[in-house]
């Protein structure tokens, strides 16, 4: 418990002046604290450096944080997961999200978790409040790239993945998604 209180305050403290695309832009840690959440809560899981790298998932790769660092404060282990969810932002847009669907089937277990929780609370976080500069077109292309990622992820965790279909067919119902 020490330590997922840790790494949330460190996570808060990374992303302290970053928020959210939606309307409100609500504060950023809030996303990290969700997937944790649907870890535990929705899929069971209680194997700590999964919800450590949950919670700093995007520190690498939106803040200041490096890979050395992140093995200081909590260990080589949740480094090497949060380092198999972080794209290289050097490479292109198009370019990090070919290759999320690419390398999806072949991160560990662990970052599959991650990566699934990360996947479910994007679309419902475009469900309930979306990008204040989305259009009807953007949210059904993230949708259908976020289906092609977790079609990498099948097997990892059934709870998960059926959570993930539940939120991809509301976004169906409300045109966000392909039928």
Known sequence: MNQLIRA????????RNQRRKDAEASPYI?????????LANE???DD????????????????????????????AEVARIVAEVTDDKSLPKAERKRLQIEHAAHISHAAQLVKLADKICNLRDILA??????????????FEW???VVDGLRGAHAGLEAAFDETYRKGVASGHALA
């Open 8 to 15: 949330i305050a460190f996570a808060a403290d990374k992303h």
């Open 146 to 148: 976020a289906r092609r």
């Open 48 to 75: 700590e450096r999964v919800l450590l790298a949950a919670v700093l998932h995007d520190t690498i790769e939106d803040t200041d944080t490096s890979h050395d660092e992140l093995v200081q404060w909590f260990g």
């Open 43 to 45: 899929g069971g899981i």
């Open 129 to 142: 409040m979306p990008p204040a500069n989305w259009s009807e077109e953007r949210k059904r292309e993230y």
């Open 30 to 38: 809030n996303h990290p604290i969700a997937l944790a959440n649907v």
